[in-house]
Each structure stands twice: as structure tokens, then as C-alpha cells.
């Protein structure tokens, strides 16, 4: 079972270093003003999305699904933690989801906001971690 928290764990970090760094993508390609930069910024945008948060994301449901088929769910599924984090989970995936909305108004040249906005969304998936690790480590309830 220490094998699956590990790669649970791996692919949360690999999930969560793209939910990080894709919104501060977002800034600069907000901010950029030149085809050049555009271009690049989509290129890099596509592949962090495609080739890393994603992946990150489905392996960490993957081994996550795993762990509470295999013994998690028999010893907190009458725990409010366990239903927390999972809500959280969801409220997650609803973000990723966004940000692949972000990436095809940038794709499809319709970004409609400014470098400010996309530094406040660079925030949210700070909350995110923090409620999901307070809830998974602590398991307050």
C-alpha cells in the first residue's frame, strides 16, 4: 500500500506543478504583444496541459481509486475527511477543466482577460493544496 501513496503522491505533485505554472503562463501570454511570443506561448501552454497536467492528473485518480478500493474506503467512508477531500477533488477537476477552457480562448486567439486576472487565478490552486493535504494528513473531522 506504500507503493500506491507514493505514486499517488508523484502524480499529485506532477498534477499540481502544472495547475501552478499554467496560469503563470497565462500572464505572460496576456502580457505578450508580438506573433512570435503568441505562438511559443501556445506551444508551451499546450504541452503542459497535454503532456503533464493531465497525465498528472489521471495517474493520481488512477492510484488514488486504487488505494480506496484496496482499503481506504472500508476505514474512512463514515469519516467526513474522506468526503471533503473527494468534494475538493471534484472542485479541482472543475479548475483543471477551466484551464483547458483558458488554453483554447489563448489557442483560438479569444482571450478575453488580462494578465491580472490569470494572477489571481494562479492563486486558487494554492487553496486547493492546502485543504486537500490539511484534510488527507490531519483528517480533521
Known amino acids: 500500500m ?3 501513496k507514493a505514486l499517488h503522491l508523484i502524480f499529485m505533485v506532477t498534477w499540481f506543478a502544472g495547475l501552478f505554472y499554467l496560469p503563470r503562463l497565462f500572464v505572460y501570454h496576456a502580457m505578450s504583444d508580438d506573433k512570435i511570443s503568441h505562438e511559443r506561448f501556445k506551444i508551451m501552454e499546450r504541452k503542459l496541459f497535454f503532456g503533464i497536467m493531465t497525465p498528472g492528473m489521471i495517474l493520481t485518480f488512477v492510484f488514488g481509486i486504487w488505494m480506496l478500493t484496496s482499503y481506504a474506503w472500508e476505514l474512512y467512508s ?3 475527511w474522506l468526503h471533503s477531500k473527494l468534494a475538493l477533488l471534484a472542485l479541482l ?3 483543471h477543466i477551466f484551464c483547458g477552457k483558458c488554453l483554447l ?3 483560438h486567439d479569444r482571450n478575453q482577460h488580462s ?3 490569470y494572477r489571481w487565478m494562479n492563486e486558487i490552486p494554492v487553496l486547493f493544496l492546502v485543504g486537500i493535504v490539511i484534510l488527507a494528513v490531519v483528517k480533521p473531522f
Request: proline share 0%.
Open 2 to 4: 506504500l507503493w500506491l
Open 78 to 80: 463514515a469519516t467526513g
Open 93 to 95: 477537476i472543475v479548475y
Open 105 to 107: 480562448d489563448f489557442k
Open 115 to 117: 494578465h491580472v486576472y
